[in-house]
C-alpha cells in the first residue's frame, strides 16, 4: 500500500477535480461509507484501507477523473459502498480510494420487455424497490442487501440462493458499460433480450473485483414478482438427504431456490436434526401446492423431517439465512465461496463444523468457518473442493489468516492468465491489483 498517502496528495486530488467542476465531486472519510459494515468494523481490516475516498457525482466526472489519474500515474481502488472491499486478497500499492454511490440513477425500464439499465452506485434494495411498484424484480440476493451497489454486486458475481432457477449474476446481464483506465467508454451488449453482442466481455466483468475497469451502468433481465411463495425445510440424516437431493435434481420440478444447509446451520435455527434440504416454490398457486406436495411425499418415504414456511415466516427465514450465514454467531468467522461436483456437496457439508449453504445444482455456496480452525483445516477443505471439480476462496477472514493462506485458490494457469487480460485492459495499471 502507498505509503506516502498524505494530506498533501488529498490537496492535490481536491485542485485537480476542482478545476474540472468543483460541485461535482467529495472527499469523505472512507468510515463513512462503511458505518454498517460489522464484518470490516470487527477485524483488523480497517487500519490497511486508506480512511478518505473521492466519490463522483456523475458518470463524466468520473470519466474526467480517471483521465486525470492516468496523466498523473495514480492508482486508484474503485468501490460502491464498500460492503465486499476486504473479500479475497486485500487491497495494496493504491493512491486512493473512488466510489461510484453517487452514479445511482434508473436509466431506463422497458417494463414490457422485461429489462432495466441502472448505474452502478445503485443500492440493490432501491432497485428492487423501484421494480416491485411495476410488479417485477431482479432475482439477484446478495450479502449486504441494505446497501450493496449494483456495480460491487457485479464485480464480486454475489446472489445467493435464486441461482437455482435464475442463474447467477452474469445470466441476468445483458448489457454493461464500463470506463478503462484513460477515461474512455466501452460498451457491450445491448437492451434488449435477445441481444448477444459482447457476451464474453459482460461475464469477463462479472467476478472482476475492479482488476479490468469501473463498471457505470448495467441492463438486467427482470421476471415478474411470483403469485405465492411456499418454503418447505427438510431433514435428516446424510444418506437420506443425499437422495432426495438426487431425486429432486432429476425431476421436472422448478424450485426458485433449493440449497443444502450444514447440520450447524439447521441446529442454530432450530429447524431439526442433521443435515437438511431448503426448497422454495414461487409462481402460480396451483403449481407451488402440486410441487410442494411431492416434496413432501418423497421426504415422508425417506423418513426425513418437514418444517413448512409462508407469509411473514418465510419472509424472516430467507431474511435471516444469509444474515447468519455471513455474520454467524461465531468470534470473528472465516467466510469462504466454495464450488464442489453437487453429487459431493453432502460430503463437503459432513467435512468441516461450520455454518454452510450450497445450491444442490450448481455445487456454489458459502461456508462459515470458526475462527480456531487451524491453516492446514482449511487447506484441507479446499484440496477436498479441487479434488472434486471445485474451488475455495476465501472472502472474509483475519488479517493473519490471509497473510498464510492465499485467498483466492488459483490453480492451473488461471493467475497468469488473468494478468494477462489485467494487462489488455489496464496496461498502465490505474485500477489497483487484486490478483
Not at 485542485?15 to 463513512?32: A, M, P, R
Not at 479490468?212 to 425445510?233: A, H, K, W, Y
Not at 444469509?322 to 457439508?349: H, R, W
Request: charged share 20%.
Amino acid at each position: 500500500m502507498n505509503q506516502n498517502f498524505s494530506t498533501h496528495f488529498l490537496e492535490e486530488i481536491r485542485e485537480k477535480l476542482s478545476n474540472i467542476n468543483g460541485d461535482s465531486f467529495d472527499i469523505v472519510s472512507f468510515n463513512q461509507v462503511v458505518d454498517g459494515n460489522q464484518s470490516i468494523n470487527q477485524k483488523d481490516i480497517a487500519k490497511y484501507l486508506y480512511s478518505d475516498l473521492v466519490i463522483l457525482h456523475s458518470k463524466t466526472m468520473l470519466s474526467q477523473f480517471l483521465t486525470v489519474c492516468h496523466d498523473h500515474g495514480w492508482v486508484i481502488l474503485p468501490i460502491g459502498n464498500g460492503t465486499k472491499i476486504h473479500w479475497g486478497k486485500l487491497p495494496s500499492h493504491y493512491d486512493i480510494m473512488v466510489s461510484t454511490r453517487k452514479i445511482n440513477s434508473i436509466i431506463d425500464h422497458a417494463v414490457e420487455d422485461l429489462t432495466v439499465t441502472v448505474e452502478s452506485g445503485m443500492k440493490i434494495k432501491d432497485l428492487q424497490s423501484f421494480l416491485a411498484l411495476k410488479g417485477q424484480f431482479l432475482p439477484i440476493d446478495p450479502f449486504f442487501p441494505e446497501s450493496a451497489t449494483i456495480g460491487g454486486i457485479v464485480a464480486t458475481a454475489n446472489t445467493g440462493s435464486w441461482r437455482q432457477r435464475y442463474g447467477g449474476v452474469r445470466d441476468l446481464i445483458l448489457g454493461i458499460s464500463f470506463l478503462r483506465g484513460d477515461g474512455k467508454e466501452a460498451k457491450a451488449g445491448g437492451r434488449v433480450v435477445k441481444n448477444v453482442a459482447g457476451y464474453d466481455l459482460m461475464k469477463l466483468f462479472t467476478g472482476s473485483y475492479g482488476n479490468l475497469g469501473i463498471i457505470t451502468d448495467v441492463t438486467f433481465r427482470t421476471f415478474p414478482l411470483p403469485e405465492n411463495s411456499l418454503t418447505l425445510v427438510i431433514t435428516g440424516n446424510q444418506e437420506s438427504i443425499y437422495q432426495l437431493q438426487k431425486t429432486v435434481s432429476s425431476s421436472s420440478l422448478t424450485p426458485t431456490a433449493a440449497d443444502l444447509l450444514s447440520s450447524s446451520l439447521i441446529k442454530s435455527f432450530q429447524l431439526g436434526e442433521g443435515l437438511g434440504l431448503i426448497f422454495r416454490f414461487q409462481g402460480i398457486t396451483e403449481s407451488v401446492k402440486q410441487q410442494t406436495s411431492q416434496i413432501q411425499t418423497w421426504s415422508k418415504e425417506l423418513n426425513l423431517s418437514i418444517l413448512t414456511y409462508q407469509n411473514q415466516s418465510e419472509t424472516t427465514l430467507w431474511q435471516n439465512l444469509p444474515q447468519k450465514t455471513y455474520l454467524t454467531d461465531f468470534d470473528n468467522p472465516i467466510t469462504c465461496k466454495v464450488g464442489i461436483l453437487p453429487s459431493e456437496a453432502v460430503n463437503l457439508m459432513s467435512a468441516f463444523d461450520g455454518y454452510g449453504v450450497i445450491n444442490i445444482s450448481s455445487g456454489i455456496g458459502n461456508l462459515s468457518l470458526k475462527k480456531g480452525i487451524k491453516i492446514h483445516q482449511i487447506n484441507n477443505l479446499r484440496q477436498f473442493c479441487e479434488n472434486r471439480g471445485g474451488f475455495l476462496t476465501i472472502l472474509d477472514a483475519p488479517i493473519s489468516i490471509k497473510t498464510q493462506i492465499e485467498p483466492w485458490g488459483y490453480v492451473g494457469n488461471s493467475l497468469q492468465m488473468m494478468k494477462n487480460i489485467k494487462q489488455k485492459f489496464d496496461p498502465k495499471n490505474i485500477f489497483c491489483h487484486r490478483l
